[in-house]
Structure formats: C-alpha cells, structure tokens
C-alpha cells in the first residue's frame, strides 16, 4: 500500500489550529499533501454530519482540530468536540468506517512544529488502512 | 461603527496598550496605536503558554459587540481594526499641548525593507552572512542581520537590523522584489566629526567609521573642532572630555550654541563618568567610557544615523495619550553575580526558560540543557533575583515572578517524559491573586514541585557532570547543597529606559526606584491630566492586572477626550454594511484570482490549469492571474478587475489567507463587495511540492473557496437597540467610581445602595500604607457624585427582580417604605462589595483584647485603645485565609498590618511589635513599608499552616506561643493587644448575580469571563463588577476595576444601535421543537425561550457565532448565518474532490 495516498478531510478552528497550520507554512514546515483543510469557526460547530458526510464522499479520514483544553476562544467549544467525535468513533463504525479513520486533536496557535508532527502522523495512520471503500459501495 | 471627532494615542503595543486602543477604539474614538519595535505584543509575543490554563486565550481580548470591525483571528499574529493606526517601529519624540489638545511628535524608524513589496519570501535570510543574537528567543539563538522579528506575525515583513547589517548587498541581490535598499549612500551623507587630542584614537575611529561607510573628519582641539562645525554641516560629534586648553564640556556648549540639532557623543576615561554625565544634561546624547571598542560604538553611532534617517516626524493632534512604555529587567550578570549567569550555559532567566518551552523556540519546546543537548531532569527556580533586594537597590517586589515560576514548574513537567524534579527557592511565595493560592496548592501537593524557602547564596558548575551545584542554607541553619541540570532565575523589574526621560520632559514625578508615580489612589492617571500610563510602566503586572488598568487608563483617558468634545460623532454609522438589495438574490458571479507569488517554486502548475478546471463551475465568471497580490500593487491590479469583470463574489488564491483578511475587507467597500463575499484560501503548501499533486492540492482549497462563496448568505448583520443608560448595583467606592466614569461620559446612571448612606468600607478606614488620606478621597467622591446631574442615587434600596439582556435590562428596585420602581438600562455594573471575614480563632471574643483588623481601625479612629499602656502587641495574618474553605489571599490584610503596626508605634515608640505571617504579601513598592518595618524593630515570624500560634488569655492580658523557625524553639509572647487579619469575604447574593445572568466562583465572588483576558466581565455581555465583589483588592486596585468596568460598559453605551457580526446564530422558527438543547449549548447565553411568543430566540449581539448551537440542534432549525450547513457540506464535498 505504499503508493495509497490518502484524502484527509480536516476541520481546522479558525482561532488556535488554522492558526499553526498558517504558521508551519510561514515557518516552512512541510507536511503531507493529503490534508484537505476546512475552516470552521470552533471545532464545537463541526456538525456530525459534516464528518459522516465527509467518509461518505469518500475521505480516507477525518482530522478535527481545535484549541487546547481551556483556551477555546468559545470558551467550551472544544469540549463539546471532543464528546462529540467520541460517540460519532461508535456511530461510524456502524457505516462500515474504522473508528481509526476519524481523530480529534487540539494544537494551539504557536505550535507550527506539533501540527506538521501531527499531520504526518495522522498521514500514517490513515496510510496503514486500507483505502476507504464508501466511493466504490456508495451511491450518492 | 460610529466615529467620533476625539483620538488617543497609545504608546507601546504590549497587552495593555493592545487592551487599551481596542476599548477606545470600540467606543469609537480614534487611535494611535505606536511601538518602537517592529511588531505587536510586547512582552506577550515571547510567552506562548499564560497561568493559569497553562495555554494561550489573548484572542478573547477582541471585541464581543461589532466583531467585525476587528481582526478575528489569533491576536498573537496581529490585530486590525477599524479604528486604530498601528504605527510600529516608531517612537514618540515629544508631546506638549493642553489636555484635550495634545500634539504627540512620531518618529518612524527607516524601513530598508518595505513592507508594502516584501512578499515574505525569505530569500534574503539565507544569503546574509552576518549573524547575531536573536532577541525574540531572548538570546538564545542567532538570527541573521534580515530577519522576521517574530515567526508568528502578520503581515510578516522582513526587517533590516542596520546596527548589525556589513551593506554587503546580497540580500538586495536575493529579493526578487526589490524591496530591500542598502543605507550605503545615506551613510556617505552622514558626516562625522571626531574630537580628540590624541592622534591615536582619532585614526582609529576614523578607521572604524570608515569601514561602516560613514564619512569622518578629524578635529584634534575644540576650537579646531568649533572652525571645522562652522565651515560645514555635521550630524554627529565624538568628543573627548579631557583635552588641553578647551576641555569637551565648553565645546559641546559652544558646538550647540552653533548648531542646537547637531548630536553628540562625548568620550570619556572612567574618572570623569559624572562629567560626562554632566554633559548630558546639557545636551550631549550619550557617552562613552574609555577605552571602548568598535562593537560598543558602531551601534551607537548607527542609531544616531537611524534617528536622522527617520521619516519626516509626524505630529498627531489628540486628546490624550497613555503611555504603557513597558518594563526592563534586572541583568543577573551585573554585580556580584551569585548565580553565574552569562557564564554557565544553563543558567537561564524566567523569559529564557519561557522561549525553552516555546515551539518557536531555541529547541522547538523540547526541554534539554543548553550546555550539552541532554535532557533535563532537575531544574532549580531561584525567586527575587534583584528583587527585593536593597544591596542591588530593589526595595520592591516585582509582582509577578512566583507565579511564573509555578507555571513555569507545571509546564516544564508536561515537557519531560520520565522522571522530573522542580524546586523553587523563595523569600514569600506571593500567591496574592484570586486563584494563585490554589494553584500553587496543586503545584505543591498533586504535581509534586518542592517549595523551599530559602534564599541560594551560591552556584558553582560541575564541568564533569555538566550539572549546576546549588548551595543554601536551610531554616534550621545547616548549609544544603544540590546538584541541578538548569537553574532559572526569577529577575526582577526595572523601569523602561524611557522612564526617566519622558518623566523630565512632561514634568512627572518619579519614585525612589524609578517608575513614573500615579496619582494618589490612581493606578493610571498622573500630574498632568492629559497623560495617562499602563501596563508594566508603572510596575510589573501580570496579565489579569495589566488588563484591568488599560482598561481603567481608557477610562481615564476617554473622559478627557469627552470634555473636550471628543465624543461628538464624525461620520453617520454604517450598521451592518450596506449592501445592495438585490445582491442575495442574483447568482454568483465568482472572480477567482491567483497570486503568482516570487515565494513559491517555479514548478507551479500552470495558471491555465486552474482556469480550466475551475470554470466548469457555472458560478465561476472569470480566473486571473496577478503577479504578488499581497504588494500595493497587487492589489490595486485585483481592484481594477473585480470592476471590470463586474463579479459580486471574490475568490483569492494565495499564500498565509490571514494576510489578505484585512486588504480584502478594506477592498470591500471599494469594489461594492462585502466581508462575507470575499474569501482568501491558501494554497501555498501546495507550492513545495511538484507536479500533478500540487495541482490537485491547490485546486481542492480553490474549490473548497468557490463552494463557500456559492452558498454565502449575504445578507446584512442584524442590529439591536442600546437603552443609554446604566445601573450600578453597591455605592462603596466601586460603585461610585463606575457610576461617575459612566456619569462624566454624559450618560444616566442608577446607583443602588441597600444601606443609608453611599461609601461602604471607606467610612471606616482612616489612611493607608503610603498616608494616603482617605476620609478627604471618600469626601471628595461623595460630593461628585451627589452633585452629578446624571446619577440618581437610591439609597436604602435593594434589587429585587431583574430581566433582559445587553442593551435593554429592566431591573426592579424596592426602596424606602416598599416603594418599587422599574428602572431600564442597557447595561449593569454590579459593586456589592465585600467585608471583612468573621473571626473565629485565636480567642476572639473570649478576650476584649483580641480584635480583628477592622475593629482596631475603628479603635484607632476614635481613639478608644490606649497604646500607652501596651508593651506588646501580636498581630497574625491568614487567620482563616489561605487555606480551605476560603483559599484565597485577601490582599489587603499585609498592608493593614503594616500600616497599623506604624500607627501603634507612633503612639507608642516603646511597643513591640511581633507580626506572625505565612507568606507576606507586600506586592509591589509595598515591599518598602515591609523593609522599613524590619528595620524599625518589629519582628517578623513565619509560621506554619499545621504549627499554627496559640492564643491564651491570662489575667487580663494574653500569651501567644509560636513557633520561631530560625531559633527552632517556642516563643512566648506575653501581648496586651492580639489582631487578627481574617481577610475578606465577598457580599454579593447569588440570586443578584443570577438575575444578571452571572454567576459566582467557587468562593462567592464574581465569576469573571476570563481571569486574565476579560477580568471585569461576565460571560454574559453588558454585565460587570468592580472591587470586592470581584476579588479582594486595595483601594487604588478597587477603583481600577472599576474604571475598567465603566469603560467596558461604555463600549455598549456608546452607541444608540449595536451591529453584531457576520456570523450569527439564527433560528427557523417553523422547524424548531423547543427542546431548548440550544440554549445549554450556548457559552454566551444568548439564547432564550421567550414564553409570549413561545418562540426560541438570539440575541445577536450576545451571540459570537461559535455554532455550538448549530451543531446540536436535532432539527435543522439552529442554524449559523454566515455558515450554512449547505455550504459547509458543499465544501466538504469540494474538499474531498466529489461535485463542487
């Protein structure tokens, strides 16, 4: 599967993540094609449909990605994130989908490093899946 | 956003000058917003994790009401807004006038890069050959003579260090926009003349100036020098002091008689220092201590140049100016130098170990000794490093330290993996802050940092181990001795350079240290009424505090620009943004434009590509290229298209989006397009890569744009109704302040007091720390108030209901005999203050002659103790305080007992004086009162929480017993007088505070939005608090608070009608099921069930546009204006690469 280049569809806050990923690109901090980036406002705003939606087009994974723990600019957005991805990790399993597939994580606005760090990992993880099948079962 | 005639200029763009314009700005005046550095943030650009989340939350400061006329992304990358001029790398050279008339000289430094054709590209870095130390990393890395002053911030033009720069000329030969010039032919213009007797030095210095390009002439007497001046016109003088005949100091005064413009360095030998300093009174710039070499010279002589070479100097006529110049540090380096720094490598100060942590730092974050790259296990913080210390002449604390150092603690344990140990030596640990004591419990008990009071009296390094042994002695005597792999030490403040000279210049008063002194009681305002200082200017603050005082110094402020008329509105508000009626219902004519950007690679696919791809798109009406969209020409290409494809949304493609966010908005209004059908979408880390994958990747985020701007909803923000008038619940001397500050700004205000008379705590306190009198501020406020044609006082009532929302609260008072009244107000301010806590310890109330603080004072003040009789008194803080359940430190009671201890002595010069304390607070230059106490005798014990004092009465008098720790035996103290510092506890009701929407912490006070960013608001807009009844403060730190509050109000007071933002939560009512699930999702508490019309509904300009609501909402009917699910699924899809 080494020539499998993923699509990751990633919801990035406008406040603290879209943030460092403006900055590795100021910095020169590469990381991998693969990630598609969505600006949201707060990672509290990422509707579970926008995720479903996402693996149904036929992302090989999804990427959220907000403030640290406290930071959130809305104050608890984040938190409401993170309850959230976790139960939707169940519920996509059910559509056939690796819980894998779907990450949350939190990158504060100076931390250009960790998001290239995180991009690259998250590039692998969904690398060492298989390719998403919902393009090909799908019909949409 | 409605303009007003009046403007302020704010100098120094750290936190609070940042807090400050924006407050004035949102009110509607007209900034200035001035540093001399390069960029925004000050100190806050180097500290990327803030106590006490241990993380970052600046980007709260940004406006709530009226977003959109600000920046609305990470503060720490810039900041725009409507309102403020951010004039950087620029300094103010003179300020005169009257209040409300000011005229402020700037000074710009000279740009060899211009920022309006520096794309950023970088490529001039790596050609320069010349590397010096990096200040942002605080030293500990180097950086080149071009360089970008922080990593983070836009727009991020690079910028010339002329000091360090050799004019190679390779960088101009990198940039591929020729945005760079070389100062090599102004420097040829500069003309220098060097004065000096012996040949010697005259040749070298002719060598070395010469070598840096300037022109020199020689002169080897004063009236050879005096012939040469008159002949021709010269910048600068070097001159000697000592030289035969006509010595340097009756040059330099003939030499200024000649030319009073000409600038002059004198030279001198060590002896003749106070000469030289001497000269600089009359008009010397500077001097220099023989014999000096090139490296200390060049910069000097640079910067001279740099100031003629200034633009021309702008005067700003204004209303009035804050001054939040900022803080220096104390060098650990000079004097005896203790802790060996600068010699061992890891030994580093607080802001060194912060810029360790930092990912844009020295090592990314990693945690690793500097010395030899291996990790770091054992790190000692050593507090009060020229603090607190009179031998360096620092009788003050500076605040701040021991709290950074705990964060710095928790941080550093987050940063290594395995085992760690911090230790933190302290004198006090000064845990003063609402929530500091608790946060250093955990520090201390769960995450195991050792606290170790003491004071470190030497370090020597192991060169074997690569280790830092650390030697102290401990409480009972012995010396201790421990081997650490990093050592930070806690240095304290200094004043800004700037201090003492604008304080000479404006005729302020400064105190033994150094700071520019406030008024009596003020924290901001100074002598001259126009003039108002900030921030860590007048003493270091933490953010929280630095917050709170800019927002206090704005209120200051603005009230002298509205008596000056400064309130009276220029321009007619635009609310919303016009808009074209029919705009929203013509289909998209999207304009895609490209930047071809000299950053990127030249293997980026080519612009037909894209057009192709995109124009398949039906809402796609043209594709354009324009070559560094992002330079001013750039962008007045962009505006000529956008009028000739005659598009109504606009799409650019582009590197760093951020950049553009401003440029695009101010396009806006141009181009007839608004904010919401404008999208910049990045595409440059597709620019690295070569070949098909760049292509697909740069047109999946071209496709993501075009699918936002497709399914915009562009229609215009909505906007509520402003009640202009204010409640203030409390009339201590909270209440007043912010009732008067509101008052003077011409708006009505509703002061509610429950008890007979307004001045709460006031009426009983006689004088403070500094003698300060009291009694004549109490007068003083009561007669202003009383007098006020726009306060309406309503003593001996209370609130009993209240309801509404920012902009229009009806709040119901009952007052004297039942009478009930209905007062509407767009705005509450809630000042219910505090009293002091009830003693239940230490025999009070079993002996007459244990009192409380507050009961001595009243004691004092009617002269019924006799101090006479007394051969002993005991007075024992935290009696109740510090430690569950009331776990905070309640400021005050140090001070208290310092200033009664002085009060007692003077009344009995024979009494002694035992003052049993855990940690003594004495913040600040409060620190000197604490110093003077020691030396006038009175004894100081330290005693511990589980070793507390016992107090017996014994035959009319009584017998303390304690602890003595450096004896290491009990102590008997037989007093006639034992007082108690219980603290503070708030008086403010839950339901009050609920009917408000606002709610209390965990130990009764005032729950602010935010301790540090918002401190004096309530999560729920258009609610705030000031003095006690938002945390134990001191009578100056009370009327701050609530001057800020009164200024936050006025932000929503200002304005007859509020426009909220572009995106805002709305609902559809026909789909909406009342389950409410919205309203708990909502952080802001804008969403509410109105029961008439059963109908959910939003306050717009509560709302923030966060979409949590959306996101819960079973139904569809919550949904985000500004957002749509359509768009937002649309661009999933775009993204994913299905149908755009």
């Known amino acids: ?140 | 956003m409605k303009r007003r005639i009046g403007t302020a200029v704010v100098v120094g763009a750290g936190i609070a000058g940042i807090r400050a314009a924006l407050d004035l700005a949102e009110y509607g005046y007209g900034v200035t917003l001035v540093d001399r550095a390069p960029h925004l943030g000050g100190i806050l650009s180097q500290l990327d994790y803030q106590f006490p989340t241990d993380h970052c939350g600046m980007c709260r400061m940004l406006p709530l009401v009226q977003r959109d006329d600000a920046s609305q992304h990470c503060l720490r990358r810039g900041l725009f807004h409507e309102n403020i001029d951010i004039r950087l790398a620029t300094e103010v050279t003179g300020i005169e006038g009257e209040p409300g008339k000011l005229r402020v000289t700037l000074k710009q430094q000279p740009l060899w890069v211009d920022p309006e054709r520096c794309v950023g590209c970088g490529r001039c870095t790596p050609a320069c050959p010349v590397e010096v130390s990096d200040a942002f990393n605080a030293g500990l890395t180097r950086r080149k003579a071009i360089y970008l002053p922080v990593p983070h911030s836009i727009p991020n033009a690079y910028v010339l260090d002329a000091a360090a720069c050799t004019r190679c000329g390779a960088c101009v030969q990198a940039c591929p926009t020729d945005a760079i010039r070389m100062p090599e032919a102004e420097r040829r213009k500069f003309h220098i003349l060097v004065v000096d007797d012996e040949l010697a030095v005259r040749d070298s210095l002719k060598e070395w100036l010469e070598a840096e390009g300037f022109s020199a002439d020689m002169a080897g007497s004063g009236p050879e020098a005096l012939d040469l001046l008159l002949a021709a016109p010269y910048h600068l003088m070097l001159l000697d002091i000592k030289m035969p005949g006509m010595d340097g100091v009756e040059v330099l005064d003939r030499a200024k008689q000649l030319s009073p413009e000409l600038a002059v360095i004198m030279m001198t030998a060590y002896a003749t220092v106070e000469t030289a300093v001497g000269a600089m009174k009359i008009g010397a710039m500077d001097y220099l201590v023989k014999p000096f070499d090139v490296d200390s010279l060049i910069p000097k002589v640079v910067q001279v140049f740099q100031r003629i070479q200034a633009a021309e100097a702008r005067q700003v006529e204004t209303g009035a100016v804050l001054l939040c110049g900022g803080t220096a540090f104390y060098d650990p380096s000079s004097g005896k130098n203790p802790f060996g720094y600068g010699v061992e490598r890891n030994v580093l100060t607080q802001i060194e170990f912060e810029r360790l942590l930092s990912g844009t730092g020295p090592t990314a974050g990693r945690l690793t000794r500097l010395s030899d790259g291996r990790p770091v296990r054992r790190v000692a913080w050593i507090q009060c490093v020229g603090s607190r210390d009179v031998q360096t002449d620092a009788d003050f604390c500076s605040n701040i330290c021991c709290m950074v150092s705990v964060k710095e603690a928790l941080l550093a344990k987050t940063r290594v993996e395995g085992d760690f140990e911090a230790t933190i030596f302290y004198m006090d640990m000064r845990t003063f802050g609402k929530t500091f004591q608790r946060y250093r419990d955990v520090a201390e008990h769960q995450q195991g940092v050792r606290f170790i009071r003491s004071r470190p009296h030497s370090l020597v390094g192991d060169p074997a181990s690569g280790g830092l042994a650390l030697r102290w002695v401990d409480a009972a005597g012995a010396c201790q001795a421990e081997s650490f792999d990093m050592v930070v030490l806690a240095v304290g403040q200094r004043p800004a350079p700037v201090s003492a000279q604008l304080a000479t210049q404006l005729g302020l008063p400064l105190n033994p240290w150094g700071f520019i002194e406030p008024e009596p009681f003020s924290m901001s305002r100074t002598r001259h009424p126009g003039i108002v200082i900030g921030g860590a200017f007048s003493g270091m603050k933490d953010i929280g505090e630095a917050v709170i005082q800019a927002s206090a110094a704005a209120a200051n402020i603005s009230r002298v620009i509205h008596s000056a008329g400064g309130s009276l509105a220029s321009e007619e508000p635009r609310l919303g943004g016009a808009l074209p009626e029919s705009l929203s219902r013509e289909p998209p004519r999207i304009l895609a434009v490209l930047c071809r950007c000299s950053r990127t690679a030249d293997s980026r696919p080519p612009a037909e590509f894209f057009s192709r791809a995109l124009r398949g798109d039906p809402a796609v009406a043209a594709v354009e290229t324009i070559e560094n969209l992002c330079t001013r020409d750039g962008r007045e290409q962009l505006l000529t298209l956008v009028g000739k494809t005659n598009a109504n949304r606009l799409l650019v493609g582009a590197c760093l989006s951020y950049t553009y966010h401003r440029h695009l908005r101010e396009l806006g209004p141009e181009a007839g397009l608004t904010a919401s059908l404008v999208e910049a979408v990045d595409i440059a880390p597709w620019s690295d890569i070569s070949g098909n994958d760049a292509a697909a990747g740069a047109l999946v985020q071209l496709r993501s744009g075009v699918a936002k701007l497709k399914w915009v909803d562009p229609y215009p923000a909505p906007v509520i109704q402003v009640a202009p008038r204010a409640l203030v619940v409390g009339g201590g001397i909270a209440g007043m302040t912010a009732a008067l500050a509101i008052a003077d700004h011409g708006y009505g205000v509703d002061l509610v007091e429950i008890g007979e008379r307004l001045g709460g705590n006031l009426t009983w306190l006689r004088r403070t720390l500094e003698g300060h009198d009291v009694r004549a501020l109490l007068e003083d406020t009561l007669t202003r108030v009383e007098k006020h044609p726009r306060i309406l006082v309503h003593a001996r009532s209370r609130v009993v209901q209240a309801h509404g929302e920012v902009g229009s609260f009806t709040t119901v008072i009952e007052g004297i005999e039942n009478q009930v009244y209905h007062l509407k107000h767009g705005v509450a301010v809630l000042a219910t203050g505090g009293t002091e806590a009830p003693a239940k310890e230490y025999a009070w109330g079993a002996s007459p002659a244990v009192m409380t603080q507050s009961e001595l004072e009243r004691k004092l003040a009617d002269g019924h103790l006799d101090a006479k009789g007394m051969e002993a008194v005991v007075m024992i803080q935290c009696v109740g305080s510090r430690q569950e359940p009331r776990n905070y430190c309640s400021r005050v009671c140090c001070a208290a007992s310092l200033k009664q201890a002085f009060v007692l002595r003077e009344l009995n010069p024979q009494l002694s004086v035992y003052v049993l304390y855990r940690d003594l607070m004495a913040t600040g230059f409060m620190e000197a009162g604490f110093t003077r106490a020691r030396q006038a005798g009175m004894i100081f014990i330290p005693y511990r929480l589980d070793r507390s004092p016992l107090v017996q009465p014994v035959d009319g008098g009584l017998t303390v017993t304690v602890e003595e720790p450096i004896l290491q035996r009990m102590l008997r103290i037989d007093a006639q007088l034992v007082v108690l510092a219980t603290g503070i506890v708030p008086v403010l009701p839950r339901e009050l505070a609920e009917a408000y929407g606002a709610h209390l912490d965990a130990d009764g006070f005032f729950q602010e939005a935010d301790s540090k960013w918002r401190p004096v608001d309530s999560l729920k807009e258009g609610v705030f608090a000031c003095g006690l009844a938002l945390s134990p403060r001191s009578i100056p730190e009370s009327i701050a608070t609530a001057e800020a509050a009164a200024q936050r109000a006025l932000r929503i007071l200002g304005r007859e009608r509020l426009a909220t933002g572009k995106v805002v939560a709305c609902v559809r009512h026909s789909l909406c099921s009342l389950c409410e699930q919205c309203i708990d999702a909502c952080p802001y508490g804008a969403r509410m069930l109105d029961a008439d019309s059963e109908r959910l509904l939003v306050n717009p300009a509560m709302c923030q546009g966060c979409g949590a609501c959306a996101a819960v909402c079973p139904n569809n009917a919550a949904y985000l204006q500004g957002y749509p699910a359509r768009q937002m699924l649309a661009m999933v899809d775009a993204a994913v690469g299905g149908a755009c």
């Not at chain 1, 809305?74 to 989908?97: D, H, P």
């Open chain 1, 1 to 140: 599967m080494s020539d499998f280049e993923p699509t990751i569809v990633a919801f990035f806050c406008n406040w603290c993540t879209y943030t460092a990923a403006d900055l590795a690109g100021t910095s020169r901090l590469a990381y991998p094609p693969n990630i598609r980036i969505v600006r949201v406002m707060c990672t509290g705003m990422v509707d579970p449909k926008y995720v479903i939606k996402a693996l149904l087009d036929g992302a090989d994974g999804v990427l959220v990605s907000g403030c640290n723990p406290g930071d959130c600019h809305y104050i608890n957005g984040n938190y409401k994130a993170r309850r959230r991805i976790k139960l939707l990790k169940e519920i996509i399993e059910q559509f056939g989908f690796e819980p894998q597939r779907l990450r949350l994580t939190w990158i504060g606005a100076s931390d250009g490093i960790r998001f290239a760090e995180i991009m690259r990992e998250m590039t692998e993880q969904i690398k060492r899946l298989e390719p998403s099948a919902a393009r090909l079962k799908m019909v949409i």
